[in-house]
Structures are given as structure tokens and as C-alpha cells.
Nanobody
Framework: QVQLVESGGGLVQPGGSLRLSCTSSESLYSLNLMGWFRQAPGKQREYVAWILPDASTTNYTDSVKGRFTLSSDNAKNTVYLQMNSLKPEDTAVYYC?????????????????WGQGTQVSVSS
């Protein structure tokens, strides 16, 4: 069971920046994908971004492209989400996600692990 711990949330004014951290209890190389999701009040959880463990590839949802940047520190088993030019609509609880794929009984299966979430509030 992979444990994920997020940190770095808080209250920031529009246009400000925050950096979220997600630390895994296991090596990032033991995982297939690390990602961030967010859930605003009254809305469904939505995808934000993902990164491969070797940081060779990243992907972002359109609404955060050019403002958010993913990076990783494998020595610390940690993934970072740098959030710049924050907008009120970025306000949400941000969740770290880890995906591990494996074969079982001839089928490809996946396990998803989630952190507890960290609140990001953007308001003047």
C-alpha cells in the first residue's frame, strides 16, 4: 500500500503562487504515473496534471497549461506542482494520485493511491 502525503496548500491572492508537494512512501520508480486532481465545492473531482516517474513526460489539462509546472525529486520520492498566476477558479482541494499497473492472471490491472488532499484557496 502506497502512502501519499500532500503539503503546500494555503490562501493566496489572485496572481500569486503556491507549490504543492506529494511525498510517496515508496520509490517513484515503483509507480507508473503520478498525478494531481482537484475538487472544488459542489463539483466533481477533475484531472489537473500527470508526470512520469523519470520526469521525461508531463501532461496538463488545458485550464492550467502555461501556469502550472510539474517536477519530481526521486531522491525524496516527491512530486511538486508549481502553481503560478493563480485564479479564483483554481480554488479547490488538491489531491495527489499514484498509479501502479501490473499483470495478474493474464490481465493488466491498476491500483490507484490517493493522498488526503490539501486546500488551495485563491481570493482577494
Amino acid at each position: 500500500q502506497v502512502q501519499l502525503v500532500e503539503s503546500g496548500g494555503g490562501l493566496v491572492q489572485p496572481g500569486g503562487s503556491l507549490r504543492l508537494s506529494c511525498t510517496s512512501s515508496e520509490s517513484l520508480y515503483s509507480l507508473n504515473l503520478m498525478g494531481w486532481f482537484r475538487q472544488a465545492p459542489g463539483k466533481q473531482r477533475e484531472y489537473v496534471a500527470w508526470i512520469l516517474p523519470d520526469a521525461s513526460t508531463t501532461n496538463y489539462t488545458d485550464s492550467v497549461k502555461g501556469r502550472f509546472t510539474l517536477s519530481s525529486d526521486n531522491a525524496k520520492n516527491t512530486v511538486y506542482l508549481q502553481m503560478n498566476s493563480l485564479k479564483p477558479e483554481d480554488t479547490a482541494v488538491y489531491y495527489c494520485n499514484a498509479l501502479r499497473a501490473y499483470y495478474s492472471g493474464g490481465y493488466l490491472k491498476r491500483d490507484d493511491y490517493w493522498g488526503q488532499g490539501t486546500q488551495v484557496s485563491v481570493s482577494s
